[in-house]
């Protein structure tokens, strides 16, 4: 693999995590990437980085959750930060999104910016531009990414409830 190729990039991290929710259950890449809004060479490329890096086996069959679990808790927040921006219409995420919306009480509401979303709140840039529409109807993947988003901008509190959420889905 060319070392241009081999940096992670935010769009992988949202294809192991649909591969993950499938727990451990068989999935084609063909309908997974049309389910992400990938093309199939995005979806290619995607296995193969995450194959470098250490975070799917070699079949590019199988997420190894340990591995992905310790990026998203100690590498994601530094690779793909995230801080609030403008009032905006979208799908609620991070604190303001399943699960988290359960166990923390705040008045500030973070979306992913969506024009058919029906909250609003700072915008938060997902880490794929199709993720708004590939949710919608993937509530595992869903509370998967809210959880992430947590991790990438919430402070100490936030981060420790959903790395221990992320950890109870993934490890489990």
Do not use: C
């Amino acid at each position: 693999m060319k070392n241009e190729q081999s940096s992670m990039r935010p769009q992988d991290v949202v294809v192991l995590l649909k591969i993950a929710s499938h727990q451990g259950e068989p999935w084609l890449q063909t309908p997974t990437a049309q389910q992400l809004g990938l093309s199939q060479s995005e979806m290619s490329k995607s296995l193969n980085r995450s194959k470098y890096a250490g975070l799917i086996d070699d079949s590019g069959r199988k997420v190894r959750r340990l591995a992905l679990v310790d990026f998203i808790q100690f590498g994601l927040p530094y690779a793909f930060p995230q801080r609030p921006g403008s009032i905006v219409r979208g799908v609620p995420t991070a604190h303001s999104a399943p699960p988290l919306n359960e166990q923390i009480q705040s008045d500030d509401n973070y979306v992913w910016p969506y024009a058919k979303g029906k909250a609003r709140g700072q915008s938060i840039t997902p880490l794929y531009k199709s993720v708004p529409e590939a949710v919608s109807n993937d509530p595992v993947l869903y509370e998967l990414l809210a959880l992430v988003d947590a991790i990438r901008l919430g402070n100490a509190r936030e981060k420790k409830i959903a790395i221990s959420e992320i950890k109870h889905r993934l490890l489990n």
